[in-house]
């Protein structure tokens, strides 16, 4: 199969031209999607009183060319990102972002971390790159930079294009690149343009394919178990980053928090 659609959205799409059999597993997936992936073809039969013949059939009706290769086929839609059930409703969440905070960091290297924390303090200026759900991320890491250096930058700005800003980057500027899954299209075009700067790549496993064009990479773990992704891990990552750029800078960095607390307080911004 060519596109990507899930199970659920074929089902819907092939419905009128069902037998009654396979309507009948139509209508069960609709109301157990989960059974794509957890049920064997025997246990659909069972369950919706057909064959393991008749449930073949029905996935090679869909397009697909067996029970498994839908289970394959929807497994990798979540993987991609796309927010569609794998598992139970039962998951332990607080098990799946331990289990996410875990692969994270034990896969990170102290002297990669070391060369990056450098790098953010010292360069004379630091430029956030995200789109979609990685902009919030950029957005917040930018707010944490600014309380202990000066050039800190968030791009793209609303409403604005990117050329303007990726014309002014520095000779020993650096860029940080956030993207996950489902990235906008856009995002390679910028990652080649970028390729030879000072960069470093804060993305998913499915990144790792800009691995060769920048030059640190920082891996996150989002979970596929659940419908949507967790961002968890990233901004724990975030959080130590900040906190090593914070110790490079020593008194600098004091200095600089202390004068936005009291802009702060002479500006009556924060709650007493």
Avoid: W
Wanted: hydrophobic share 35%; charged share 20%.
């Amino acid at each position: 199969m060519t596109a990507k659609q899930d199970v659920l959205s074929l089902i819907e799409k092939n419905y009128p031209s069902l037998s009654s059999s396979a309507r009948a597993i139509a209508n069960y997936l609709q109301q157990h999607p989960l059974a794509i992936v957890s049920q064997t073809s025997a246990e659909i039969a069972d369950n919706t009183n057909t064959s393991k013949a008749t449930v073949s059939r029905f996935f090679r009706q869909l397009g697909y060319d067996s029970h498994q290769s839908a289970k394959q086929a929807q497994l990798a839609l979540r993987e991609s990102g796309v927010p569609i059930f794998t598992q139970g409703t039962s998951l332990d969440q607080t098990e799946q972002e331990l289990k996410n905070l875990s692969l994270t960091f034990d896969g990170l290297r102290p002297e990669t971390l070391n060369d990056i924390s450098a790098s953010l303090a010292n360069a004379s200026r630091v430029t956030l790159i995200g789109f979609r759900n990685a902009y919030p991320l950029a957005l917040h890491f930018r707010q944490q930079l600014q309380q202990v250096r000066h050039s800190v930058r968030l791009l793209p700005q609303p409403g604005q294009t990117l050329g303007e800003d990726l014309q002014d980057i520095l000779e020993d500027e650096v860029i940080v690149l956030l993207g996950f899954r489902r990235r906008t299209r856009q995002f390679k075009q910028i990652v080649d343009l970028l390729e030879g700067r000072s960069t470093v790549l804060i993305t998913d496993p499915t990144g790792q394919i800009y691995n060769q064009q920048v030059s640190h990479v920082l891996l996150c773990h989002l979970g596929n178990e659940s419908p949507f992704d967790s961002y968890a891990a990233p901004m724990s990552l975030i959080s130590m980053l900040c906190n090593r750029v914070y110790a490079c800078l020593g008194d600098e960095a004091r200095k600089q928090t202390k004068e936005i607390a009291s802009l702060y307080e002479t500006l009556n911004e924060l709650e007493p």
